[in-house]
C-alpha cells in the first residue's frame, strides 16, 4: 500500500470553541471549517497545518464514540490518520496479511474522506485511520 503523509490528528475535546482557542489564540492557526458527522455523533473542527489537520472532535450524544472516549481516557489524541492512495488496496493488503480492522470496508468521513480504522490491538494501543481522499 502507498502511504503518503499524515492526513491528520484527531484529538477528543469536551468543547470546540474552547479548545480551539489554543490553536487559534495561542498558535495563531485557523479553524477552516467545522462539520457535523452524524452516523459518528460528533462534531469535527479542521485546523490545517501545512498537509496535514489536526481534527478537534466534540460529541454530539453522551452515548457517541468521541463521548465514550472522554469518560473512558479524558481528552487528548484519540486517532491518527494516514493517507493512503487507494483504501481499497490498503484494505485488502491488511486483510491478507491478518491484520484485524474495526472497518472492514471504507465508511464516509469527514471533509468527504473515505477512512477506516484499523483495531488498535494491533497497533499498540494506537487508534489508527486510513483515509483516501480526492484531492
Ligand atoms: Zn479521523
Redesign the pocket.
Known sequence: MKIKHI??I?VAVKGIETAGRFYTDILGLKIADIETVADQKVN?AFIPITDSEV?L?ESTDPDGPVAKYIDARGEGVQ?V?FRVENIEEALAELKEKGVRLIDQAPRN??GG?R?AFIHPKETNGVLI?L?QRDS
Open positions: 492526513d491528520h484527531g469535527v481534527e472532535l486517532h490518520a468521513g469527514a474522506a477512512i485511520e483515509c
